[in-house]
């Protein structure tokens, strides 16, 4: 058992079980042993690798998704370019080397990073240094400073904790974490039920509730609506609300059990763009997608970055180019195209983004 594992089964000795959502917030977030507080866990050589660091071309197609939002927003300066969850801080360091083909925008950003580990904050700090924007770091959202904004988040939905409840006895429980008899972590059910849940279910089937991510895009989306701006989230889940268990755990590329070393192996889950949905609408904003990012990817030309990023290449790296596209927007197994998908919520005084049709109407 990890470090953090010996922390919580003295917190459970003492408190009794915890609940899923309180164990993924302390295994990813705990100030000293959580996943993300003490590590970088990102690229071939880490746990997981991501869009951003798979290939420059995603950084740098959002950096010019963002100049034309900018435009269609009126230009104004400052804006404010937020990002949630930058990993490395290499997507925002390829979009803002994209942007500087669109110098009046370049020259109206003011960057803020929103990031809750030390260890990743210094690491983008390091990747942002000779950018020559303004960065600004912050813990979180509601602490980014005020204006029109356009806000990207890149596998950030999915760290953020989630409740389960287990179908048990004829009633919806919430999944706890409690301690087995060998001394180990198991899941349980917690002994009361939750009389407000009212979907059907069969014995054993799970529902998953993500009320973090509510209230960000919730209080996010308020931003925006009075504000000005939009945001966008990438991220893998349904685009549908279902039943189903999707916590998972990684570590160094392989899936391993989520309470057998907490501290030591990511946590994520589906982001549910169905619920996330509801949540912007409730605050006023328009939501576009989920689309694809397969197909977002095209739309704003990942095809055209592709050749003209191979023409240039010495030839020992024409290739590579060609290999990254069809890793993002392949939609076979172990390609991200069709897996992830694409949403944005915005200002409803601004057209659709680039990339996305316009909202159907609503009934
Ligand atoms: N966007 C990056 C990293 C994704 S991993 C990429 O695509 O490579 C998730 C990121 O979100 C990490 O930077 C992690 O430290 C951060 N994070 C996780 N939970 C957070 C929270 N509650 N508040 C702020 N940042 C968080």
């Known amino acids: 058992m990890s470090a953090l594992g010996d922390v919580i089964k003295a917190m459970i000795a003492e408190e009794g079980p915890i609940t899923l959502e309180r164990y993924m917030e302390l295994a990813l ?8 507080v003490g590590r970088d866990p ?51 360091s390829d979009a803002l080397r994209a942007a500087r083909i669109v110098p009046d925008f370049r020259a109206a950003i003011d960057v803020t990073l929103v990031e809750a580990s030390p260890v990743l904050a210094e690491i983008q700090h390091e990747t942002l240094l000779t950018s020559g924007a303004p960065v600004g770091w912050v813990p979180t959202v509601a602490e980014a400073p005020e204006g029109p904004a356009i806000v990207l988040a890149n596998e950030f939905l999915d760290a953020l904790p989630l409740r389960q409840y287990v179908r048990s006895g004829g009633r919806w429980r919430e999944r706890v974490v409690r301690v087995d008899r060998a001394g180990g972590l198991e899941f349980g059910v917690a002994r009361e039920s939750e009389p407000f849940i009212l979907a059907p279910g069969e014995e054993g089937e799970v529902l998953e509730v993500n009320p973090s991510a509510h209230r960000l895009v919730f209080e996010l989306a308020g931003r925006l609506v009075k504000q000005g701006g939009g945001a966008l989230f990438i991220d893998y889940g349904h685009a549908f609300t279902s039943l189903g268990d999707s916590l998972q755990a990684v570590r160094a590329h392989q899936r391993v059990d989520p309470l057998v070393e907490p501290g030591e192996a990511d946590l994520t889950a589906h982001v549910d763009f169905a619920a996330m949905t509801r949540s912007a609408r409730a605050a006023g904003a328009a939501v576009y997608g989920p689309v694809d990012q397969g197909d977002f990817l095209r739309a704003i030309g ?24 069809q890793r993002l927007v392949g939609k076979n197994a172990g390609e991200m195209g069709g897996f992830f998908k694409v949403m944005a919520i915005a200002n409803r005084a601004i057209p659709p983004p680039p990339g996305f049709e316009p909202e159907p109407p609503r009934s």
């Open 29 to 36: 977030l705990h100030p000293e042993h959580g996943f993300y």
């Open 42 to 92: 990102f690229g071939a050589a880490g746990d997981f690798i991501t869009a951003p660091e798979i290939s420059q071309m995603f950084g740098e197609l959002l950096g010019l998704w963002a100049a034309e939002a900018w435009a269609s927003m009126g230009r104004p300066r400052p804006i404010r370019l937020i990002e949630l969850g930058p990993g490395r801080g290499t997507m925002m």
């Open 302 to 325: 990942i095809d055209g970055r592709t050749r003209a990023l191979t023409e240039r290449a010495p030839p020992d790296r024409a290739g590579e180019f060609e290999l990254a596209r």
